[in-house]
């Protein structure tokens, strides 16, 4: 039974990390990585929470999670791709202002307002016979409706993205946008639509901390966890299947830290909580030369 609930643990945990990670890799696919995905977490997080709080409907706060993060990689975009800042910084940049939004936002409606901060959580929901296979029915099969999303999703994604033309343009883009934009295709509108994606994913990602994670938002909630889907793409070689196990490797990271804590070890809970952030940095070494990167990836793409 304890290694049931670690490894239904782990698909819980993996979830936002897979769902940031997926929009990540279309990002880049497509020539422009955004590092500011910890911001657009931390905006989908405190809207969801404050969408939950005051209207009580779970979808309504995931939909304006994914709008909120969508207006602010609109931003991003555009100073990446049409003014062509340089997209590290631009990225740095929103990870600031995700910060002090959501912290200000959190401050300003409940911090300093003394308003009872519980939100109601997605629940489980088993799904009839399958949730009873024994072994992998708890695990796979008894969880929230954005675990099952992302099970969905990853295919999806993945099939469009290697076998339809609208996948086949987007990684022409992000190998070599002047030949797309030879042949007709419009590259901004592409990167675009590729950055916007993935900033929706940014913010549902976010979303499920408060309102299926936990109940409550505080400030960094987050914790890190987009620049972890962030290492994860390039540790994945830029494809779909492997950030769906890279993120679960880092679920099961986060989720065997926090089993660890509860075993009360002599071990300080400090060092238990860096698991995920040193399971990171081998990721990083590990990957440096593991696959070549897009050829146009934080190149900014002159027309004409």
């Known amino acids: 039974m304890e290694l049931i609930a670690l490894l239904s643990a782990t698909v819980r945990m993996a979830t936002p990390l897979i769902f ?49 993060a969508m207006l602010f990689g609109f931003g991003f975009a555009y100073l990446a791709v049409t003014i062509k800042a340089n997209q590290i910084v631009t990225g740095a940049a929103l990870n600031m202002i995700g910060l002090g939004v959501s912290g200000f936002i959190y401050r300003v409606v409940f911090a300093n307002t003394g308003i009872v901060s ?58 070599h946008p002047r030949a797309v934009d030879s042949v007709g295709l419009p590259v901004f509108r592409l990167r675009y639509g590729c950055i916007l994606f993935a900033a929706a994913l940014a913010g549902l990602g976010g979303a499920y901390l408060p309102i299926a994670h936990a109940n409550q938002f505080v400030e960094g909630l987050t914790a890190g ?5 962030l290492t994860m793409v390039p540790f994945a070689g830029w494809t779909i299947p492997g950030v769906f196990l890279g993120g679960l490797l880092f679920g099961a990271a986060y989720a065997l830290q926090l089993r660890l804590q509860v075993a009360q070890l002599a071990i300080a809970y ?24 897009p050829k146009a990836l934080c190149v900014p793409y002159e027309a004409g």
Do not use: D, H, W
């Open 20 to 68: 940031v990670a997926i929009g990540e890799t279309y990002s880049e696919r497509a020539g422009v990585m955004n590092i500011g995905l910890e911001g657009l977490m931390l905006i989908g997080a405190i809207t969801a929470y404050t969408a939950v709080f005051f209207t009580g409907s779970l979808f309504f706060g995931l939909i304006a999670a994914m709008l909120a």
């Open 225 to 229: 966890r987009g620049f972890i889907a």
């Open 270 to 293: 400090q060092f238990l909580q860096t698991l995920p952030y040193l399971l990171t940095l081998a990721v990083l070494i590990l990957s440096r030369n593991r696959t070549e990167q």
């Open 118 to 175: 519980a939100v109601k959580t997605l629940p489980a929901i088993p799904l009839p016979f399958l949730s009873e296979i024994p072994f992998a029915g708890p695990i796979l099969f008894n969880q929230n409706a954005l675990v099952y999303f992302v099970f969905i999703l990853t295919p999806i994604t993945a099939f469009v993205l290697n076998k339809t033309s609208l996948g086949l343009s987007i990684r022409a883009v992000g190998e």
